[in-house]
């Protein structure tokens, strides 16, 4: 079970975000504490802000007062609506909120079922109640109920070599929007790439597009990026996401910082040589592009082709998975440009000779016996997953298990906190404005 423990400042907008789950069928309240009960059940959300106004009114210092928790067990625990009750008293008791006015809310809009708590870090008296180790306390609560409850171990789960860390993105799942920020958000700490094309080239493979987006703001030229999920076919399958949804790994500036570290690492990259000699092996062999891919694919090399509305291929693209590098085929050599596959694929024009420069007969043997295994183009997350420490594991956790399971971050939350804050600015520079232009 992951605990992800958000604090802010806007008790109505914690509030909001959850009653619209409810309003929508996806959520429900699950449990009360010390909150005003109502003759129906149900509860408004100016009816919940009144049970907790004292404690807001009384706040003497604190400038972030609102508790906004959320507790993910693994989509694979079966866990009752009594389970849960318990799991967040228990949670709370241990974490040093049981006296506090909480609400618990149930979310079921994606597969994975988890419950929401919001609550105040105040107590009466206004002063706030201790959060010191709060990260690590959460960490040894969660695996002290996941004892108790019998549930699958979040460390345990990570430490485990047969779990992936992201997978392709599948739209008709739902959560289009956590699949694509696990990956998203992580890829340019795996790979190498020296430019937008690349980098699509990269998201291809997990059914995610990019756009640059250019504009105008006060007179100043904007770029950014926006973000698609694709389906089998390679169509949109979604609507556009702003990169900014990601952070900032995911946005213009940072790409393009990354594309210039990318091409200074890939000048010496030691592999080139040998991805060169496997690319040129297997189009010597194969028959056709569909061969061609198969072959690459068992030695961990996936081939991105580009085609325009006529059926020419404009762009070649590989993606190394051993070196975590990604080249076009120009970046190779001219024998592997786009202008030659299309020749060889559009036009029949078979090589008149044998690649120049193959790889010993000792090399040859390693890439034969490669070839034995099928491949798992994604398997190398996995492997490294399994270098992971103990204590790496535990940082993992600490910053929202940012290399667990997809669903893992409800980003939806995310984003109405940030409309939230947007909002607040916005009041604040127009009072700020109203009262500096008043005549003295």
């Not at 597969?111 to 990260?135: P, W």
């Not at 020296?194 to 904007?222: C, D, H, M, Q, W």
């Not at 080249?327 to 694929?345: P, R």
Request: glycine share 6%; net charge positive.
């Amino acid at each position: 079970m992951i605990a992800k423990i958000g604090r802010g400042s806007n008790l109505y907008g914690a509030l909001a975000y959850n009653q619209l789950k409810v309003e929508k069928e996806n959520g429900e309240v699950l449990y009360t504490n010390k909150i005003i009960e109502t003759t129906d059940g149900s509860y408004a959300i100016s009816h919940l802000l009144r049970s907790f106004e004292p404690y807001l009114l009384a706040n003497r210092k604190t400038e972030k007062p609102i508790l906004h928790i959320s507790l993910n067990p693994d989509p694979k625990d079966k866990v009752s609506d009594g389970q849960f009750e318990q799991l967040a008293q228990k949670y709370m008791q241990k974490m040093g909120y049981a006296e506090q006015p909480f609400v618990v809310f149930k979310h079921t809009d994606i597969d994975r079922t988890h419950i929401h708590i919001v609550s105040v870090c105040v107590d009466e008296e206004g002063r706030k109640i201790s959060d010191k180790f709060e990260k690590r306390r959460s960490m040894d609560v969660c695996r002290e109920l996941e004892k108790e409850f019998c549930l699958i171990s979040a460390v345990e789960k990570k430490q485990n070599p047969q779990n992936q860390i992201f997978k392709p993105v599948d739209y008709k799942a739902g959560s289009i929007k956590s699949q694509m920020a696990s990956v998203i958000r992580h890829l340019p700490r795996h790979y190498k790439f020296e430019g937008f094309g690349a980098y699509n080239a990269l998201l291809s493979l997990f059914n995610i597009t990019a756009e640059e987006v250019k504009g105008e703001y006060n007179g100043i030229p904007r770029q950014g990026l926006a973000y698609f999920a694709l389906n089998d076919k390679g169509e949109k399958a979604s609507n556009p996401f702003k990169a900014s949804l990601f952070g900032k790994q995911a946005g213009y500036v940072q790409l393009q910082q990354h594309y210039g570290q990318s091409k200074e690492l890939l000048k010496n990259e030691p592999s080139k040589a040998l991805l060169k000699t496997s690319i040129e092996m297997s189009l010597q062999a194969a028959s056709d592009e569909k061969e061609f891919k198969k072959r690459l694919l068992e030695r961990g090399i996936n081939t991105v082709v580009r085609r325009n509305t006529e059926g020419r291929v404009y762009g070649i693209t590989f993606v190394d998975h051993s070196s975590k590098s990604v080249w076009n085929g120009s970046q190779l050599g001219k024998n592997l440009s786009a202008n030659v596959f299309n020749d060889l694929w559009n036009n029949d024009n078979k090589m008149d000779q044998p690649a120049k420069g193959y790889i010993t007969s000792k090399n040859n043997g390693a890439i034969n016996e490669e070839i034995k295994q099928p491949y798992n183009p994604f398997d190398f997350l996995v492997k490294e997953n399994m270098s992971y420490s103990h204590e790496e594991n535990n940082l993992i956790e600490v910053f929202g298990g940012l290399l667990s399971n997809a669903k893992a971050e409800d980003y939806d939350e995310e984003l109405l906190a940030n409309q939230m804050k947007k909002k607040a600015r916005r009041k604040k520079d127009s009072t700020y404005y109203q009262f500096n232009r008043r005549p003295f």
